[in-house]
């Protein structure tokens, strides 16, 4: 055991040596960068042609993924992480900004590479879009190719130009989830599973070999929902006739059939574009409409993310009086938090510094999260929850997700806002406990001993759960379930009863929870700020918006000043097969990880991310 622990304090060291190396080497070149700032003009102007040009190229995100070490050794190595991020805060505030400026004529939208969003946050960029036009400025889109996501922002255009041998796809929304039951059957693996809710149906895939009739009627009800927003927006955006979208997808065998199997004609006869341009004769497009620069060798384009960086304003408002704005992003775990996932210990420290600050009126907690562990999502009610009692406002905003546990986290607010498309709901508790007595035994290995109770090794991953502890493990599960409706019912003045006929685990699309009591107003976070501060009694102006999050360590901080914060999407170990599984394999292992609830109890809709649009 000592050769062990030397060769472990020993790699140990090796590792620090070689993170301070690297640290230092980051470190010079950050002040180098920092030097050549000094003597950079921190102006950028909009060229005389008038034109921004804006590349999405990657997901749009709420919040930007933080890189831990072992999360940027992963990446590094395998790939896969988060992919790039743009930050919706960002485009929206640089489309405002863009509206109000008098140089500002045109924006070139490059929708190549977008990585997609969830539905709330397309039809937030969707809504700013319609905004900038209607100052009587220009937006034109391109892509190679169009899916979901990027047809839908692109249909907010002036113009849609797609490449010849591209297509314009819209295949509407579908879920499609893999079940392991099969394979746990075949490994002698048993899956001990406590639920409460009859759609809380993140462990089917451990417990059935295809989707319960239950989850089946939900998904149909929520997917109706969003279908019929997505179309809705972008058919009336394009002007097509209420219908096109869904005949196209339903019939798009005979009308490829029809054009000769040219997809990219055929998006043209229905309208979903409106030029065919590959790249040369897009970039000639440009050069003709906007002039050009080095001597003929790019068009007359600056840069959205430049111009938006050099010229917004940092401060939001005046005055003592202060709005706090907390996000909560991603999985709720216990502790402290790891990159892109809300911590207990540290989103409940953070209400507690608003709270306990005098200048704070009110607190918007924005949420984009589909929930986690009980404890955690507890301790965070409970600051929130205090911060009330405190005479503070309270108001929750929602952004893609916020279910089960975000939820939970929402229900202390003085009121709840939703996007029509977010993500909420989902109220149900499960518990999942792997156990693995019966692969043991065929391979001939038992398990056996002594205890001085009925209690002890009762749950064990080699000998199983007896009757005995999965009776209290249910009761706990079932006790976690009432606390739930408990806390929802009171916060949104319902009965029990009432509120268990709209949770059962059942997601709700934001339109659907505002019918049945789980929100309270349909709204953008602006609208839900301007609430908040109308609340407190706070008037425009004489208040300003300060954002409470956690100090970024040394390394973060480092990665953040080379734009590194959220994962690469492709590694140094290259993208072959078995380097994509090997990356897979890590993410799952860190979404195990991430269940760290102190009590097993888990109030999370492990599907709902599988609900952005790509």
Known sequence: MKFV??????????????????????MIIVVFMLIGSLFSSD????????ALS???NGRLVEERTIVSPSGALQAA?????????????????GLRLAAEDEDVTTLVLHLSDFGG?????????AAEMRAFRETGKTIIAHADMYGDANWFLAAHADEVILHPQGMAIVEGYSSFRTYFRGLLDRLGVTVNIFRVGEFKSAIEPYERADMSEADYEARSFLFGDLWAAYTRDAEAARGLTPGTLQRIADNADTLVQGVNGEISQLALDEGLVDQLLGRTAFNALLDERFGTLDDGARPDLTDFFEWYNANKEEASGNG??????????GTIVDGEADGGTIGGDIHARLVRQARLDPNVKAIVLRIDSGGGGVFASELIREELAQARADGITVIASMGGVAASGGYWIATPAHEIWAHPTTITGSIGIFGLVPTFENTLEQVGVTSDGYASTRLGGAISVERGINEYAAAIYQASINAGYEQFLSVVGEARGMSRDAVDAVAQGRVWTGSQALERGLVDRLGTFDEAVSRAAE?????????QLKVFSEE??????????????DEASSGLLGTGALVRLAGDVAQEVHAVELMNDPTGRYAVCLECPALAVR
């Open 5 to 26: 622990a030397s060769a472990w304090s020993g790699l140990g060291a090796i590792q620090r040596g070689i993170v301070r190396v690297i640290g230092l080497i980051l």
């Open 43 to 50: 102006t950028v102007r909009v060229g005389s042609s008038g």
């Open 54 to 56: 804006l590349n999405l």
């Open 77 to 93: 190595l395998f790939g896969g992480g988060g992919g790039n991020e743009i930050l919706l805060d960002d485009v929206v505030n």
């Open 117 to 125: 969003a969830m539905p709330s946050s397309l039809h937030t960029l």
């Open 320 to 329: 003592r009086n202060v709005i706090a704005v907390i996000n909560a992003v």
């Open 535 to 543: 609340l407190a009694e706070l008037e425009e102006g004489d208040y």
């Open 552 to 565: 970024r360590s040394q390394f973060e901080a480092l990665l953040a000043a080379f734009g590194l914060d």
